[in-house]
């Protein structure tokens, strides 16, 4: 079983950047796929980025490819969003999942453990 705490949101304007973090707990971090969702108001969750468990693969939603990068530091426990360039698009509360799988999957419901979000909104 693993606990998931994020953190690191906040306000930003347009253009600027943002890193978020999500903390596990638990001695098993490491054999678990992590990935970060979004939901924005009145919107459904949707995957934003994930990575595996070794941090050799990772996988993003087309609409921030270039833009996000997840890594993760076992050693830390802890999974991260850098996100750059950010728009008002953006704005959501991020969530982090895991889930023991071999790959990284891209629907909520694949995933058993959720952290309470962290809010990110961004200024025009």
């Known amino acids: 079983q693993v606990q998931l705490v994020e953190s690191g949101g906040g306000l930003v304007q347009a253009g600027n950047s943002l890193r978020i973090s999500c903390a596990a707990s638990?001695?098993?971090?490491?054999?678990?796929?992590i990935t970060w969702f979004r939901q924005g108001p009145g919107k459904e969750r949707d995957f934003v980025a994930g990575?595996?468990?070794?941090?050799?693969?990772?996988f993003y939603t087309d609409s921030v490819k270039g833009r996000f990068t997840i890594s993760r530091d076992n050693a830390k426990n802890t999974v991260y969003l850098q996100m750059n360039s950010l728009n008002p698009e953006d704005t959501a509360v991020y969530y982090c999942?895991?889930?023991?799988?071999?790959?990284?999957?891209?629907?909520?419901?694949?995933?058993?453990?959720w952290g309470q979000g962290t809010q990110v909104t961004v200024s025009s």
């Open positions: 999942a895991a889930a023991v799988s071999y790959g990284i999957l891209v629907v909520p419901t694949a995933y058993d453990y």
């Open positions: 638990g001695r098993t971090f490491a054999q678990y796929v």
């Open positions: 990575i595996n468990s070794s941090g050799g693969s990772t």
